[in-house]
């Protein structure tokens, strides 16, 4: 059979015959996306990763063997062949099960780490089910796609040459695939969360109580936050803020925390909190809201707006804190989690602070994007592992983990300190689209200690596990992209350095914020 006949046999549906080939490399794919991550996934999320992963193993693998038949390499006889393939039958089939098998014990593995209920199975049914319909579904949208490309060829061979006529059938079908899911389909449901989020965002209950409680034995906290319908540029929601911040008297408290929200507008009390009680409410915190959808959404849709809304508060709290006396002004700080600290990196110039410099950042949880934490990560000392690097001996920069862990601390740390807090299995912070083809760094041992020992990298297959991870992942506190307020305490410390905190005072707050957290949790 020439490479004509297989491609309209196997991919365009010429029959309903599934490549033996195709599918050993696709139940390999399959078995190896069952391998533990870095964080664990619900059946039906690793179900549909699975099916997919299957897919596009099956695709890769008739790829593979119509190129070998395209190029006229050697092939077996058809007795050879023929055994060859009930061998690849009967090889995929006992690998699915025995994966399927394995399944629950490479997502205890995970599960042991971050002291989660161990799994009695993966309802393997459930799995198996929902991997072959997603398979199926897929097949025939590619199948159907390829029909399309072949109707297309064969009407623009009447008026061109056969090559230039399956070229550009080609390029119209992808644009077609292109123009519908992000032109119309994907702003049609951007344009409809937008709406749902901005009718959330405006459902504050004007009735809530102010407080008045009187017993106040350090000053209260001062937080100023701007939402984004206050105003209608970036511009006045920033003026807005600096006039709050003056009119409160935030200038004059100790520290002045400028913290970058996520997508939502979000800031995570489980950091703002601890730094509170840390400096004993002689502090004022400032955030500027410039979205209402949730980080990835925000990310995706408008990625400019939030670099530009904490860039424009940056120039106005920076602009005003430097014209104040150096003997008396605040300590300014900077901080923000996941994507707000993508954009709080952003807000500001190196060359626009050279000779006034504020205090320090705290970035947690940073995104793979994040240019200083991506910098930095690369030019780490050597020997030192990427999930906590070491740079230039942490005389600028350190890397801090939910083990408290600071790089060099015994080293002298400037006046200007940049801080990342971040857990080895943060999928936000350590996915990476070249680990499709490399292995990650952070992979290499010594590793995270909440990382499976079973966690291994496959080509493609690790890439997309890192992708679910990231975008639908959860883990409890302390763990994946969840930074628990213990986590914050001791990184607060060392950037900050408040005063008069003994090694017995922090590690009742450590309890405190553990039994707070412990009971919002439902679990005590």
């Known amino acids: ?244 911040l003056i009119r409160t008297g935030a200038f004059e408290r100790s520290i002045l925390l400028l913290v970058t929200p996520t997508g939502t507008g979000w800031v995570d009390p489980a950091s703002q909190n601890p730094v509170e009680y840390l400096h004993r409410g002689d502090i004022a915190t400032v955030a500027v809201q410039y979205s209402y959808l949730n980080s990835p959404l925000a990310l995706l849709t408008d990625a400019e707006q939030g670099a530009r809304m904490a860039s424009v508060l940056f120039d106005q709290i920076y602009g005003y804190w430097r014209t104040l006396p150096k003997d008396s002004r605040p300590r300014l700080f900077l901080h923000g989690l996941s994507l707000g600290s993508l954009n709080s990196d952003l807000s500001f110039q190196l060359f626009d602070i050279v000779d006034d410099p504020f205090d320090g950042a705290l970035w947690s949880g940073p995104p793979f994007l994040h240019r200083t934490w991506r910098k930095a990560t690369q030019q780490r000392d050597q020997g030192s592992p990427a999930w906590l690097p070491t740079v230039r001996n942490g005389s600028v920069i350190r890397f801090m983990n939910q083990q408290g862990s600071v790089a060099n601390s015994e080293q002298p740390w400037g006046s200007f300190r940049i801080a990342f807090l971040q857990n080895s299995s943060d999928p936000i912070t350590f996915f990476d689209p070249s680990s499709a083809w490399r292995k990650p760094d952070w992979m290499n041992e010594p590793r995270g200690a909440d990382l499976s020992d079973d966690l291994r990298w496959f080509p493609v297959v690790t890439m997309l596990q890192l992708a679910v991870d990231m975008v639908v992942g959860s883990a409890p506190p302390g763990f994946g992209h969840s930074y628990a307020p213990k986590d914050y305490i001791h990184a607060w410390i060392k950037l900050t350095e408040p005063k008069d905190w003994s090694d017995a005072d922090v590690q009742r707050l450590v309890e405190l914020f553990d039994r707070a957290s412990s009971i919002a949790d439902g679990t005590r």
């Open 1 to 244: 059979m020439n490479a004509k006949d297989y491609f309209a046999k196997y991919i365009r549906g010429g029959s309903n015959s599934l490549h033996p080939f195709g599918l050993t490399l696709g139940v390999l794919s399959f078995a190896a996306s069952l391998t533990p991550s870095l964080l664990p996934r619900p059946t039906w999320i690793q179900a549909v990763l699975s099916g997919v992963v299957l897919s596009l193993g099956y695709c890769v693998g008739i790829l593979c063997v119509w190129t070998w038949r395209y190029l006229q390499l050697p092939t077996t006889s058809k007795s050879q062949s023929k055994l060859l393939n009930r061998g690849k039958i009967v090889t995929s089939v006992v690998l699915m099960a025995v994966s399927v098998w394995y399944a629950a014990s490479w997502q205890n593995a995970i599960r042991s780490k971050m002291n989660l209920q161990q799994l009695d199975s993966v309802q393997p049914v459930q799995l198996f089910t929902i991997a072959i319909a997603i398979f199926v579904i897929l097949l025939a949208v590619s199948r159907l796609l390829l029909h399309l490309f072949q109707l297309a060829s064969t009407k623009l061979e009447r008026f061109l040459k056969p090559r230039a006529a399956r070229v550009i059938g080609f390029v119209a079908c992808v644009w077609v695939v292109w123009a519908t899911s992000q032109g119309i389909l994907l702003r049609m449901v951007m344009r409809t969360i937008d709406r749902s989020f901005q009718e959330l965002d405006a459902m504050i209950d004007d009735d809530i109580p102010i407080p008045t409680g009187a017993l106040r034995p350090c000053p209260a906290p001062i937080r100023v936050y701007v939402g984004l319908n206050s105003a209608d540029t970036p511009e006045e929601r920033a003026s807005l803020a600096l006039k709050e």
